[in-house]
Each structure stands twice: as structure tokens, then as C-alpha cells.
């Protein structure tokens, strides 16, 4: 399965508001296993937002996070263009 990936790298000094975004393509079966992979920081805590996404936070424990948003598998096609904004 492809996923449109939002990872938001958060910096204690700057908040959500200065959040650094990005957008990448992800190929596959396993979206959380792939987060725990390729993460920079150890993954803390997986959740999923109302709409169904998943959220995955990794973290280096001193402030420096980063969020990672996946569409919910059954609606990623349909909804990878309302995956513009942070609504974590």
C-alpha cells in the first residue's frame, strides 16, 4: 500500500507553530513498523486522530519530536489530497 506521509519535525524553542513539514511517498504494508524503522528518534507514543489517521510521535526525550501522520489505510487514495495541513 502507498502512503502520502506528513512528518513534522517539532522544536522545543519554536513549538507546532515553527514546525518544519514534509510530504513523502511510502510504499508500504506495515505503516507503523515503517515509522519504528525509519524514525530518527524513538517512537513514543502511536495513536489515530478522528478522521482515522494513524499519528506516530518519536522522540529523543530532551524536547526534539517528531509526528508523523498516516492516512487511514481504507481511505488513502481518496483522501491524499486533503492531506495538507497539520491536523494532528
Known sequence: MQYDVLIENI???GGEKHA??????VETDDPVE???KSAKFPVID???NPRG???VVS??????????????KLHAKSRTSQLRGPAF
Open 53 to 55: 489517521d494513524i499519528i
Open 59 to 72: 522522540a529523543n526525550g530532551r524536547g526534539i519530536s517528531t509526528a508523523i501522520r498516516l492516512p487511514d
Open 20 to 25: 518544519i513539514r514534509t510530504f513523502q511517498k
Open 11 to 13: 522544536n522545543p524553542c
Open 34 to 36: 515503517w515509522v519504528k
Open 46 to 48: 502511536t495513536s489515530r
